[in-house]
């Protein structure tokens, strides 16, 4: 990855309301970062820091370059220019592939296997081994299961179940083995109101109870108010990088939803 | 590389073929009902089956594993479960070889129960030890494991990958010496036949079929399919990107 110089990035942010002290480093840490798909750039030197142990949503509408931004995060995106750090290590490098839970805007489960084979083959990938590690494996497997709710479906084929279900498969996934930054691609898509709410309580509970960090696309505005602090995306650029709060208060707007037109709107104007 | 992420790769590749009898029922039995079609075809003329059906020992196990790792491969390409593998601690040798052993697996089976059927229920005349034939078709089972996983990379459907069977195996089908000894071809065509690995898998049989010991030529036919196999395996797992555009 090339270092190029950082130009300036984002309308700046307004003052800050009170929120607990930002921890020291940042699990995520970009500067002028630039990627390209074929000839056409997704992203346009962004530079933004994710908090640790904190949930950050990032949001836009589809085709904004979330998914893009999530893949460079991950290490998956060919093509990245700036600098991009994932836990005080350049993204991609070997070291992080055991320290990120990645879902995917698909499920990616193998359909011809039960929930719990799945399960129990990445298990298996992300700490091989026989005696007492299998025996945590299994008891990890079986937390993942219950966390996103399928326990009773552990036994049914993947091919079986609704959209929804294989999308908890999916996460569940990148539940195993308590990783230390979630990057969760739009995970509550065709869910309904009460598994959406579920989902967004269990993401609270692993943020605040393992300190993990979570960084969570979505396009569905009103998911934005659960969030610690939000990254607004629009056509490869950041329109704003600030708390739910501190963002309806500086756009004197009512809903997030409102301050991402308002913002809009006067990016537009310029 | 891990030995167990390698072993876990080909167990779950196992289960999947597992929740799909079916396929694991086509894989076996079509070679079977083949040969016996076989068989009965040259009734008249068992020593031109002595010959053919030696060779399609080795060339059905080519085949099938050719078709059932490009579709298996592409199907992991798909539906993201290989981008989410590479973002995991996963080699990309434990995942070919996981599925060269898996697949590997299944060679075995089949070709024992098509040796085993060819030689004792079909009265095919073999010189040589049935364990040479063995080792020739797995050796051919590997090499079109190889060939499936290398060229799923370069079909984006099912259909093309399909389409590549023809593509890819039928010429050397032709070109092999299954129908015609190698040397009666025209010159060009012998040539390029020399440069064909299916053409050493039909050749190392055929020396099964007439010597009853181990030769020279047997030696290195074997060796020649398996260094393209091993040779197509290291060209496969390069097409395996951890970082796609």
């Given at each position: 990855m090339m270092n190029i110089q950082p130009p300036p990035q984002t309308p700046a942010p307004t003052s800050q309301p009170p929120e607990p002290p930002p921890p020291p480093t940042p699990a995520i840490q970009a500067t002028s970062l630039t990627t390209t798909r074929g000839t056409r750039?997704?992203?346009?030197?962004l530079t933004f820091t994710v908090p640790q142990g904190q949930i950050t949503g990032l949001l836009?509408?589809?085709?904004?370059?979330k998914s893009t931004l999530m893949r460079a995060i991950v290490g998956t995106q060919a093509r990245v220019t700036g600098t991009l750090n994932v836990l005080n290590h350049p993204?991609?490098?070997?070291?992080?592939r055991s320290r990120i839970g990645y879902v995917t805007q698909d499920p990616s489960v193998y359909?011809?296997?039960?929930v719990r084979q799945n399960l129990e083959y990445f298990a298996a990938i992300l700490s091989p081994g026989h005696g007492e590690t299998a025996t945590r494996r299994q008891e990890d497997v079986t937390r993942a299961i219950a966390e996103v709710d399928l326990t009773t479906h552990a036994d049914a084929l993947a091919a079986n179940l609704s959209g929804g279900q294989r999308n908890r498969v999916s996460l569940a996934v990148a539940l195993l083995g308590t990783p230390e930054l979630l990057v969760l691609d739009?995970?509550?898509?065709?869910?309904?109101p009460v598994l959406r709410r579920d989902l967004w309580d269990l993401f609270h509970t692993i943020a605040a109870n393992r300190g993990t960090t979570i960084l969570v696309s979505s396009h569905?505005?009103?998911?934005?108010?659960?969030?610690?602090r939000l990254l607004l995306m629009r056509e490869g650029e950041i329109l704003a990088d600030d708390t739910p709060e501190s963002l309806r208060t500086s756009t004197a707007t009512p809903t997030v939803e409102a301050a991402f037109l308002h913002l809009v709107d006067k990016a537009n104007a310029t | 590389m891990n030995t167990n992420r390698t072993l876990s790769t080909a167990a779950r590749v196992l289960r999947q073929l597992r929740h799909d009898p079916r396929s694991i029922a086509l894989m076996i039995l079509v070679p079977c009902v083949m040969l016996l079609l076989l068989r009965y075809v040259f009734d008249g003329s068992p020593q031109t089956f002595d010959s053919i059906g030696a060779s399609l020992l080795g060339i059905f196990p080519l085949i099938t594993m050719f078709l059932v790792t490009s579709i298996a491969t592409l199907r992991e390409r798909t539906s993201g479960t290989l981008e989410r593998l590479l973002a995991m601690p996963l080699a990309k040798g434990d995942l070919i070889a996981g599925y060269a052993l898996a697949f590997g697996a299944l060679a075995v089976i089949q070709s024992a129960l098509a040796t085993g059927l060819a030689l004792w229920?079909?009265?095919?005349?073999?010189?040589?030890?049935?364990w040479l034939l063995l080792l020739v078709a797995l050796l051919d089972a590997l090499l079109g494991t190889a060939l499936g996983l290398f060229v799923s990379a370069f079909a984006a459907s099912e259909f093309q990958a399909v389409q590549f069977m023809p593509a890819v195996i039928f010429p050397q089908l032709l070109l092999c010496?299954?129908?015609?000894?190698?040397?009666?071809?025209?010159p060009v065509l012998e040539a390029i036949s020399n440069g064909l690995p299916m053409s050493y898998a039909v050749d190392g049989m055929n020396e099964v079929v007439r010597h009853p010991d181990i030769t020279g030529d047997f030696v290195r036919d074997a060796a020649i399919v398996a260094a393209c196999a091993l040779l197509v395996l290291a060209l496969g797992a390069a097409t395996l990107r951890r970082r796609t555009p």
């Open positions: 750039k997704v992203l346009h030197n836009g509408p589809s085709g904004c370059g993204a991609g490098t070997p070291a992080l359909d011809d296997l039960t739009e995970p509550t898509v065709g869910l309904d569905v505005m009103d998911e934005a108010e659960r969030c610690h | 229920a079909l009265g095919l005349d073999v010189t040589g030890s049935a010496g299954l129908f015609t000894p190698r040397d009666n071809m025209q």
